[in-house]
Antibody
């Protein structure tokens, strides 16, 4: 049974760095042709892919946020970590992690609502 | 990054209707196009991958077509549980971008 679960702070202050962890089970982060992405959704708005890490550790980022994002993984712990620097109120959103297979997001975590506020 | 534009942004329909949602890519993405359904306060659910392949457990009332830059999702015989927001997503190149969504509402 494949599951993903996001964890991290629900409130961060402006200018702080956000660190989110995605803990996965039911598959290995080294399985060929699979990867994990972070996707966010501001309240009432569309889905925005942030970062992706593949089974062979290739990473990619959305161009508009590339300088603020870092994605990494610890295969032994079955965890994928996203850091986002210089948080701003406009970054308030639900942050999801999702597994990719053939480029489609076939399993999702429940999401974590992160509010940026002082 | 590849841009996806969905139309319409919102759509009103009645139970039993058939509806079609369109997704246009800013460049050719071959058949690397997927569709999702999202209900309020829930994570999206993969419905269709690679244009026309139904994910396990998805009913055949959902169907997809297209290639290159133009794609469609058709939902037949709408039921109350089908009223949700639908997103297309390209898997041609990273970042795997989404369309802006189509909100399907009950008329």
């Amino acid at each position: 049974q494949v599951t993903l679960k996001e964890s991290g702070p629900v409130v961060v202050q402006p200018t702080e760095t956000l660190t989110l962890t995605c803990s996965v089970s039911g598959f290995s982060l080294s399985t060929p042709r699979m990867g994990v992405s972070w996707i966010r959704q501001p309240p009432g708005k569309a889905l925005e892919p942030l970062a992706h890490i593949s089974s062979n550790d290739e990473t990619s980022y959305i161009t508009s946020l590339k300088t603020r994002l870092t994605i990494s993984k610890d295969t032994s712990k079955s965890q994928v970590v996203l850091t986002m620097t210089t948080m701003d109120p406009v970054d308030t959103a639900t942050y999801f992690c999702a597994r990719t297979q053939r480029g489609a997001f076939d399993y999702w975590g429940q999401g974590v609502l992160v509010t940026v506020s002082s | 990054d590849i841009q996806l534009t969905q139309s319409p942004s919102s759509l009103s329909a009645s139970v039993g209707d058939r509806v079609t949602i369109t997704c246009r890519a800013s460049q050719s993405i071959s058949t690397y196009l997927n569709w999702y359904q999202q209900k309020p306060r829930k994570a999206p659910k993969l419905l269709v991958y690679a244009v026309s392949n139904l994910q396990n457990g998805v009913p055949s009332k959902f169907s997809g077509s297209g290639s290159g830059t133009d794609f469609t999702l058709t939902i037949s015989s709408l039921q109350p549980e089908d009223f949700a927001t639908y997103y297309c997503q390209q898997s041609y190149s990273t970042p795997y971008t989404f369309g802006q969504g189509t909100k399907l509402e009950i008329k």
